[in-house]
């Protein structure tokens, strides 16, 4: 069965500063892929990068970047030039056997300190 | 565009009664996943709709049930309500539903068990 691990529960990060937001998980399937959303305390869910394993090469969106060593069964988020607005809770998601339904981590909660 | 929209936003209940949560997906979705997210804690699949049948369910009891209607929205039942049920409740919509589809989100309904 798939799991997700985020072990970071909380972080600070001064603003501008870059974050690596940690997630590790342990999956059978042969082809997979792994997503990241933010939560801000107003509950929505944002889905904000996905990387396939087999894409290439690490996955880009704006100030995100996926750090994506699959040997090691990690996927972490790369935020650069953090800002106040990034204050947020950050959950990995990775699809369950089916691939219908996301297996999610306990997030981590970064806040941004200006 | 219009995104997902869930509604109500917030809804008090009382243990043993019955509620009703509805969900619009983004437009050119056809698949509506639902999910329990306790406070604190990562959001857990409760299931998903597709071509207006239940195709996969997570582990929840009976109590829990859905519909998906020819417009492709969506309703979330709950019966004989639980101190435990409170959480927000998020819906999310993809298209086919498959595992490499990012999943959008509205912005969840907080219920509260009285």
């Known amino acids: 069965a798939q799991k997700i691990t985020q072990t970071q529960p909380g972080m600070f990060v001064q603003e501008k500063e870059a974050v690596t937001l940690d997630c590790t998980y342990d999956t059978s399937d042969p082809s997979y892929g792994l997503f990241w959303y933010k939560q801000p305390s107003s509950g929505e869910m944002i889905f904000l990068i996905y990387?396939?394993?087999?894409d290439q090469q690490n996955a880009t969106e704006g100030r995100y970047s996926l750090n994506f060593q699959k040997a090691r069964k990690s996927a972490n988020l790369v935020i650069s030039a953090s800002q106040l607005g990034d204050s947020a809770m950050y959950f990995c998601?990775?699809?369950?056997?089916?691939?219908?339904?996301?297996?999610w981590g306990a997030g981590t909660k970064l806040i941004i300190k200006p | 565009d219009a995104g997902v929209t869930q509604s109500p936003t917030h809804l008090i209940k009382t243990r043993g009664q019955q509620v009703t949560l509805r969900c619009s997906p983004k437009s050119g979705h056809d698949t509506v996943s639902w999910y329990q997210q306790a406070l604190g804690q990562g959001p857990q699949f409760i299931f998903q709709?597709?071509?207006?049948?239940?195709?996969q369910r997570g582990n929840f009891p009976d109590r829990f049930s859905g519909h998906q209607f020819p417009n492709y929205s969506s309703e979330l039942n709950v019966n004989a309500l639980l101190l435990g049920d409170s959480a927000l409740y998020l819906c999310?919509?993809?298209?086919?539903?498959?595992?490499?589809?990012?999943?959008?989100f509205g912005d969840g309904t907080r219920l509260s068990i009285l």
């Open positions: 709709y597709y071509e207006e049948e239940e195709r």
């Open positions: 999310a919509s993809s298209i086919g539903g498959q595992g490499n589809q990012p999943q959008h």
């Open positions: 998601a990775i699809p369950m056997d089916s691939n219908y339904q996301l297996i």
């Open positions: 990387q396939g394993s087999y």
